[in-house]
């Protein structure tokens, strides 16, 4: 699938807002991921306040992107889920999901880890006054890219990473 294979991460954007029906789409496409024993165990903050976007940069010395960005997409993991052992995976589709379809729409974004138990967790679960029934698991930048060719193609393809019936 070609949206696959040029998506990348961008981490410059256009001084122009996300139209509310493509903002509508990623949560869409995000919570269309599958999902351990199909628990669902996402929610989400979108932030689209300039003010907010400032001080969200401040999770994590690799955020400096966000004050420019459009929006930034917090992944939530609710806690106490069917299956617990699952849930990151459940998260990581539902992240990659909303990264291709931004991608699909013409937009930019970075996935930035939060990490479980971690400062950066702390740090935005104080900002947003996090309830313990959800933990953050990811932050997204989304904007328009500024380079309009910044979603492209590397090779990462690597035969020696394939095993065929044995390791
Ligand atoms: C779990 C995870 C955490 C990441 N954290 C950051 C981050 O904190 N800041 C950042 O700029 N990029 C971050 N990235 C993006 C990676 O640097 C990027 O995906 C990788 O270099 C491959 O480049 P590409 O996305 O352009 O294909 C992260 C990606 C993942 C999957």
């Known amino acids: 699938m070609e949206i696959i294979f040029n998506r990348r ?17 990623l949560m ?28 969200l940069a401040d999770f994590s010395p690799y955020a400096k992107m ?15 889920m069917r299956a ?27 996935w930035m880890g939060v990490g479980r138990g971690s400062e950066r967790e702390a740090f935005l679960t104080e900002m947003f006054s996090l309830p313990e029934s959800v933990k953050p698991f990811a932050v997204i930048a989304v904007g328009y890219p500024e380079d309009e060719n910044a979603n492209k193609f590397v090779d990462r393809y690597d035969e020696t990473r394939v095993h065929y019936n044995k390791y």
């Open 9 to 25: 991460s961008v981490r410059k954007y256009q001084d122009r807002p996300v139209e509310a029906d493509k903002v509508d789409r």
């Open 28 to 55: 869409r496409a995000a919570m269309q991921a599958p999902s351990a024993t199909n628990q669902q165990p996402w929610e989400f903050i979108v932030i689209d306040d300039r003010e907010t976007l400032v001080k």
């Open 66 to 80: 966000l004050p420019g960005a459009a929006l930034g997409v917090i992944v939530l993991e609710k806690q106490n």
């Open 84 to 110: 617990p052992l699952f849930t990151e995976q459940d998260l990581g589709a539902a992240t990659q999901n909303l990264l291709l379809q931004a991608a699909f729409e013409g937009l930019g974004t970075v």
